[in-house]
């Protein structure tokens, strides 16, 4: 017996994407496998680590925890997404590569998406409000102090991005 096939619509980073998955498969293995997106990274599995964080309709969310069809018509963007326009490096890309934000980069996309979230709804945070921003993604290598520095300046960069 096959397993029945679902036609979804998504607009993932900008584009009209239409895909056909099984009802149970997880939108982090929908991105990932059926379109190719692999920079959405698959960690705990349980929604623990953020490593599989995307924005859904600007809001982050775990892609291991939900299903692609419930993801029907929504606005996803994922880590290929956060690039500017021209594929440079979007503020918060840049500022995890200024201050060294990064080390392993397992745990990275989830931080950066969160992050993205984050600083929209907080353009100017200090230093606990950056802490409390990244609280839900873990991290094993870098201790979180390059973190908070590159939350910290992400937001001076899209300040001046946005002047």
């Not at 353009?123 to 991290?139: F, I, K, Y």
């Not at 973190?147 to 910290?152: D, F, P, T």
């Amino acid at each position: 017996m096959t397993e029945e096939l679902h036609e979804i619509r998504l607009t993932v980073n900008g584009a009209a994407r239409a895909v056909r998955v099984p009802a149970r498969r997880l939108l982090s293995d929908a991105l990932r496998h059926d379109l190719g997106l692999t920079g959405t990274h698959v960690g705990c599995e349980h929604g623990v680590c953020g490593a599989c964080s995307v924005l859904l309709d600007g809001r982050p969310v775990r892609s291991c925890l939900m299903f692609a069809v419930s993801a029907v018509d929504a606005e996803i963007t994922t880590v290929e997404g956060l690039a500017a326009g021209d594929g440079s490096l979007g503020p918060v890309q840049r500022a995890f590569k200024e201050c060294h934000g990064l080390q392993c980069g397992f745990c990275t996309p989830g931080f950066l998406t969160t992050v993205t979230a984050g600083l929209a709804e907080n353009h100017d945070p200090t230093e606990d409000e950056a802490r409390d921003m990244v609280a839900g993604n873990l991290c094993r290598c870098t201790g979180y102090q390059n973190i908070v520095k590159s939350v910290l300046r992400a937001a001076e960069l899209s300040e001046g991005a946005s002047s």
